[in-house]
C-alpha cells in the first residue's frame, strides 16, 4: 500500500480507501453488519489508513460500524472522514427523493450539531475530515456552513475541512475554491474513467491551492468492473436502479468500448484496478474510496494501491 498527504494541509492517508457508504445497509440492497465488518478489517489488513463514511449513510449505521472497528484495532493510524448536511434527523418522508427521509440543511447551528453527533457515535474526541456533504449552489454562497466549519475547527472538533462535490457540478462550483480556499483542506469529487469533467477547471484549481482530493465514485457504481451488461437489474431498495438504468448502461457500454485499448495493455490486471489506477493517475488526487462490501473486495481494490499510476501516454484523451 502507497501513502500520500492529502493536499498541502490533510492528513497522510493510503492511496486506496474504504468508501463506507453501503455498509450503512441503506440505498445499496441488503447488506449484513459481520460480512461488512470482515470487509473493514481487511480493509485495515492490507494497509487502508483512511475511510469515508457520511453521517446520513444508513443514518448513522455506517459511523456505528466504523466506531466498532476502531474499537477493536484502534485509531492511532486511521483517518476517518465524515460528512455533514444531509439531515436526516429533522426531515420528515416528504422530503423522500429515493435516498430515504432528508433534507438539504447547511446552516451554522445545524452543521455544528451533526458534528457533534459524528462525534459522539464514532466516539472520537475531534473528527479527522468533515465534509459539507455536496451542497447546492445556493448553500454554498451563503456564508453559514463555512462559518461552522471555522468554527468546528476554532474548537479543535475538527482537523481538516473538507467539501464534498456534488456530482456534474465539478466546473458549476469551482469557483466555492477561489472564495474559500484558506478553510478548505480537501475537496470530494466523483471522477472515473468515463466522468473526466473534474479534470478541466476543478483540479487546476485544487492544485494552484494545494487542496487534497478524494476521488469517489471511481467504479462507476461497480460498472467498471465489468460485470454489468445492459441486462442487468437491481432491487428497489439499491439506488442503481435509477442511477444504473438498462438506459444509463447502454449508453455507459458504448463509452467503455473506447477504453478497450487501455485495459488491453493490462491484461493481468481486472478492469477494476485498472479503473482505480486511472483515478490516481492525475496529479491533483491522492486517493481513491472505493466502496466494498466484501473482504474479496477490498482485496482486489487494495491492491491497485501498488500498481501504481498509469503512465500518462496510455491515459485516454480527454473528450
Ligand atoms: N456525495 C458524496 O459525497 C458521495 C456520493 C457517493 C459516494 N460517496 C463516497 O464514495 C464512496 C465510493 O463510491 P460508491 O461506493 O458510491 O461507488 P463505487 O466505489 O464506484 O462502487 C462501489 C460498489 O461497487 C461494487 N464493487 C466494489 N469493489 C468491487 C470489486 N472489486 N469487484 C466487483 N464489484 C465491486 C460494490 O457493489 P456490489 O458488490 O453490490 O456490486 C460496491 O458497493 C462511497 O462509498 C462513499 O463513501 C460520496
Not at 485509531?75 to 422530503?95: H, L, R, W
Not at 447551528?109 to 451542497?135: F, G, T, W
Request: charged share 25%; proline share 4%; glycine share 8%.
Amino acid at each position: 500500500m502507497k501513502y500520500k498527504n492529502l493536499g498541502l494541509r490533510g492528513p497522510k492517508v493510503s492511496t486506496v480507501g474504504f468508501g463506507a457508504w453501503a455498509i450503512g445497509g441503506m440505498n445499496w440492497g441488503k447488506t449484513d453488519d459481520a460480512v461488512s465488518m470482515l470487509a473493514l478489517n481487511k480493509a485495515i489488513d492490507e494497509g487502508v489508513t483512511f475511510i469515508d463514511t457520511a453521517d446520513v449513510y444508513g443514518f448513522g449505521h455506517s459511523e456505528k460500524l466504523i466506531a466498532e472497528l476502531i474499537k477493536e484495532r484502534g485509531k492511532e493510524n486511521i483517518v476517518i472522514a465524515t460528512k455533514a448536511g444531509n439531515d436526516f434527523y429533522f426531515a420528515s418522508s416528504e422530503d423522500d427523493e429515493g435516498y430515504g427521509a432528508i433534507q438539504q440543511t447547511y446552516t451554522k447551528e445545524y452543521v455544528i450539531y451533526a458534528a457533534e453527533q459524528s462525534l459522539k457515535r464514532l466516539n472520537v474526541e475531534a473528527l479527522d475530515i468533515l465534509q459539507l456533504h455536496s451542497p447546492g449552489l445556493d448553500k454554498l454562497e451563503q456564508d453559514e456552513p463555512w462559518l461552522a466549519l471555522e468554527q468546528l475547527k476554532k474548537d479543535g472538533k475538527i482537523k481538516s475541512a473538507g467539501f464534498s462535490i456534488q456530482s456534474f457540478k465539478e466546473t458549476e462550483h469551482a469557483h466555492i475554491l477561489d472564495a474559500h480556499h484558506d478553510l478548505i483542506d480537501s475537496i470530494q469529487v466523483r471522477y472515473n474513467l468515463l466522468e473526466r469533467e473534474a479534470e478541466k477547471v476543478l483540479f487546476p484549481k485544487a492544485i494552484k491551492y494545494g487542496i487534497g482530493v478524494i476521488v469517489r465514485i471511481p467504479l462507476l457504481f461497480g460498472f467498471l468492473t465489468g460485470k454489468f451488461s445492459k441486462d442487468s437489474t437491481f432491487s428497489e431498495d439499491d439506488h442503481r436502479s435509477m442511477n444504473l438504468s438498462s438506459e444509463k448502461i447502454q449508453n455507459y457500454l458504448i463509452q467503455l468500448e473506447k477504453m478497450r485499448p487501455l485495459f488491453e495493455k493490462y491484461p493481468e490486471q481486472s478492469m477494476g484496478q485498472v479503473s482505480l489506477r486511472f483515478c490516481t493517475s492525475h496529479p491533483a488526487c491522492q486517493t481513491v474510496i472505493p466502496g466494498a462490501k466484501t473482504e474479496k473486495q477490498v482485496i482486489e481494490n487494495s491492491s491497485a494501491s501498488d500498481l501504481g499510476p498509469i503512465p500518462e501516454e496510455f491515459i485516454p484523451p480527454l473528450n
